[in-house]
């Protein structure tokens, strides 16, 4: 296939920017990729997808123009999706390194034009089986693994940089295997062969992706060495196979798991309860007859890369999930199943056993774990905020990955977490019902001065300091608090009372 056949055919929905001179390069394959350096999983010849998620100023698209030259890709096509058009400095920067630029239509979605350069590119090798023939007829990843293997006449296995299996052919043993999730971490460029210390020889391939992160990837595992030119071809086109799988299964993530989100943020906001919510993750496929556990993850980046990765994280448990991104990192909400891998109840011990596993390279480096402890999904909304302070606490530790489970907690926050919501809103309402009527109705200021008072311990001056008033303004506000609310704030328990209910309305 050319560039130019692409063109020229109005259901791609491609429009030339740059490089008109250079449309009769032969496209030999296509990666998808949010990675401003994606050299390392490029050989040559690719059309690169990109949504441009990586772009901030001119010099990311200087810094991703060069990779694509370097790599000797046949051209790039930018999505519209994020940024509306492809940035005039990165048509520029394309034309400076002479990387071919289309724009892809925002009605033309990127699998639709990853599966029509994928029928009709066909590597180089022996007359066989076609991989991704198979998967445009619908065939899943352990059949086109059988296909494989049949035709290699050897094993081969899907693996995810979390450390699982995602799909087999024979066995791989678990010291090779991570030994293999190392050095797929660490490699700077794939196709890539490894010597394990078992002395066994495998081949590692690149799995085109749209996640943005490494940490969230798969790569394809092959036994032996890449010498041979029709072993080469094969592996080429099932990493091209799976690769078309993972992207298909990306989308269906990312579509359930945009109601998921919206039902944790109601209930984060109090817009919704623990029972409604629950209900709603049962219609996603969670089963919530027993009990939950919520884990927190944060990247130090996109929450979309936060939630890939522990979707990936997830689906190595072998329990039932679902798994939203968040305003900042991701939620995965676990279900109980007799047969998973790893027992609900040992959930938070095997997160610290295999992400610790995993602290190689920069790509843990500011990852940040929270877990809950068991709850009922009456308890779902207390699961979820012990998740998330646990992640806070989680990242004030050093290391590469930081995990916090409701062990480690050791504050009123595990008290608050273990009442049910309508007793919480009932006791919120109760102390504090009063002044956030007051402020409505007259917009003072009321609740966030005592919020102040109470953090300041008391200290008139400091409190007033901080609110910028005088202190008698300040006298005269607190009094208004107790007129209000019938409560001494002299008093102790009473400050214990409404710093309880302060921490509750968040």
């Not at 990109?50 to 990779?67: I, K, M, N, Q, T």
């Not at 020889?201 to 790569?219: C, H, K, M, N, Q």
């Not at 099932?238 to 945009?258: F, I, N, P, Y």
């Amino acid at each position: 296939m050319l560039l130019g056949d692409l063109l020229d055919d109005p259901r791609m929905g491609l429009t030339l920017l740059t490089g008109g001179e250079r449309l009769d390069r032969v496209v030999r394959g296509v990666y998808i990729t949010d990675l401003i350096d994606p050299r390392r999983y490029l050989q040559g010849g690719e059309l690169v997808l990109s949504g441009l998620v990586w772009h901030r100023d001119p010099s990311d698209s200087e810094e991703f123009a060069a990779s694509l030259a370097d790599a000797g890709v046949a051209a790039l096509v930018a999505g519209t999706a994020r940024l509306g058009r492809a940035p005039a400095d990165l048509v520029r920067a394309c034309a400076r390194h002479g990387v071919p630029l289309f724009e892809l239509s925002v009605n033309v979605s990127f699998n639709t034009l990853f599966e029509h350069v994928l029928g009709a590119v066909r590597n180089e090798r022996t007359p066989g089986r076609d991989l991704v023939t198979d998967v445009a007829a619908g065939a899943d990843l352990p059949r086109v693994l059988a296909a494989a293997a049949a035709e290699l006449g050897t094993d081969c296995w899907v693996c995810s940089a979390v450390g699982a299996v995602v799909a087999e052919h024979g066995r791989l043993p678990s010291s090779d295997r991570r030994t293999l999730v190392r050095e797929f971490l660490r490699a700077e460029r794939l196709p890539r062969t490894v010597l394990t210390d078992s002395g066994r020889i495998y081949v590692l391939w690149p799995v085109s992706s749209g996640t943005e992160s490494r940490a969230a990837r798969w790569f394809l595992v092959l036994p032996g060495d890449q010498a041979d030119r029709a072993r080469e071809a094969v592996g080429n086109e099932l990493a091209t196979a799976v690769a078309l799988l993972r992207s298909r299964l990306d989308e269906g993530r990312q579509v359930s798991g945009r109601p998921v989100g919206t039902a944790l943020r109601a209930l984060l906001e109090g817009s919704a309860g623990s029972r409604e919510v629950a209900s709603r993750l049962a219609e996603a496929g969670l089963p919530t007859e027993g009990a939950l556990c919520v884990v927190a993850l944060e990247t130090g980046g996109r929450s979309e890369s936060a939630a890939d990765v522990l979707r990936e994280i997830a689906a190595a448990t072998g329990l039932p999930s679902v798994t939203a991104p968040m305003e900042t990192g991701a939620l995965a909400v676990f279900g109980e199943r007799v047969d998973a891998q790893v027992e609900l109840a040992g959930l938070a011990g095997w997160l610290r056993g295999t992400l610790g596993e995993l602290e190689y390279g920069p790509f843990w480096l500011g990852v940040s774990v929270g877990v809950s402890d068991l709850a009922e999904p009456s308890g779902l909304r207390g699961a979820v905020e012990e998740a998330r302070y646990t992640r806070r606490l989680a990242e004030q530790r050093d290391g590469r990955c930081g995990i916090a489970t409701a062990e480690d907690l050791v504050s009123q926050q595990v008290l608050l977490s273990a009442v049910p919501d309508e007793l919480r809103n009932s006791y919120r309402q109760r102390l504090l019902g009063g002044l956030l009527a007051y402020d409505r109705s007259h917009q003072s200021d009321l609740v966030n001065t005592l919020r102040t008072f109470l953090e300041c311990s008391g200290s008139w001056s400091r409190c007033a300091q901080l609110l910028h008033v005088h202190v008698n303004t300040l006298r005269y506000r607190i009094r208004r608090v107790e007129e209000i609310t019938g409560r001494d704030l002299g008093d102790f328990p009473t400050r214990v009372d409404f710093y309880l209910a302060l921490q509750i309305s968040g």
